[in-house]
């Protein structure tokens, strides 16, 4: 994207703490809030996974802290918050974008295969949302959940995930309702087919692509800067009175009902 849409500084005195922050997707969103004023605390499991994406916000002259927590547990989860307070004083944005997946046809599936996926995505968001509350409701803050289109209709080998997914859709709209009167906002973002991601490279054969492309109705997969485009909307204040919606940004690709198999 070579302009400019929003402000440099539209972030500017912002704390947000980006869970799977580290690459893929939400590596962007924490990169494109630091990008534009934010101090970012990004967490991953892994601490390799974070620092090259600390030392390039870190470059480009933003602050950045990371720390590596399995969202699954909520002893963890609380800890990286309070050190992402202790760093940066508060907390105003929590973008959950930790997320499991594979391919797996429900009747090969686990139930601990299933459960993990879950536990990752849908116990995760709520863990992050539930330690993350005193801050937002101090700083009449928000929550953006990165979401899926796999549950709007049925997708083959993605029982796990659409059940996850379909879950944290629920949590954006029941905190939406719950914490308006907080004044934080709960939204969430459903991607499309996004290139150069992690969860691309495991679920779409590369021989899939160019026939997969041909179904979307833009012709052209999402890139990584799509979602962080429709990211900084939603996170700004041009977006001060959406709460509880899930915004799909997908070049149009589920309404096909063509999914990934
Ligand atoms: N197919 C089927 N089952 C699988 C699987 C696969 N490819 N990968 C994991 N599972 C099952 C395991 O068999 C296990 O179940 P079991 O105990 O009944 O055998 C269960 O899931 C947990 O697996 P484990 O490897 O112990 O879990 P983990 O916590 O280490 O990691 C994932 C599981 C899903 C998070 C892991 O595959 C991963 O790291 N994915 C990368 C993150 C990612 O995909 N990000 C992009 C999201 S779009």
């Not at 109705?217 to 900084?232: M, S, T, V």
Request: include cysteine.
């Amino acid at each position: 994207m070579n302009k400019q849409v929003f402000s440099p500084d539209v972030f500017e005195g912002k704390v947000a703490f980006v869970t799977g922050g580290g690459t893929g997707i939400t590596g962007g969103v924490a990169r494109a809030l630091a990008e534009h004023g934010a101090k970012v605390a990004i967490t991953s499991r892994k601490m390799e996974n974070l620092e090259p994406m600390k030392a390039a916000i870190e470059e480009s002259g933003s602050e950045c802290h990371a720390v590596a927590a399995d969202v699954r547990h909520f002893e963890a989860v609380e800890m990286a918050i309070s050190e992402t307070v202790e760093r940066f004083g508060k907390i105003d944005i929590v973008v959950n974008g930790a997320a499991g997946n594979f391919l797996c046809w429900a009747s090969e599936l686990s139930p601990n295969g299933f459960g993990t996926v879950v536990d990752i995505d849908t116990k995760g968001t709520f863990n992050v949302c539930r330690a993350a509350f005193d801050q937002l409701k101090e700083n009449s803050g928000q929550i953006l959940n990165i979401s899926a289109t796999l549950h709007y209709l049925g997708t083959p080998m993605q029982i796990h995930v659409s059940a996850a997914k379909a879950g944290v859709d629920a949590i954006t709209r029941n905190l939406a309702v719950e914490w308006g009167r907080y004044g934080i906002r709960v939204n969430g973002i459903a991607p499309g087919p996004i290139e150069d991601t992690e969860g691309m490279k495991r679920l779409l054969p590369p021989q899939l692509k160019e026939s997969l492309t041909k179904k979307i109705p833009l012709k052209r997969f999402g890139r990584i800067a799509d979602i962080e485009q429709a990211a900084l909307f939603i996170c700004s204040p041009a977006a001060a009175y959406i709460s509880g919606v899930t915004l799909v940004v997908d070049g149009g690709h589920w309404l096909t009902g063509t999914g990934l198999s």
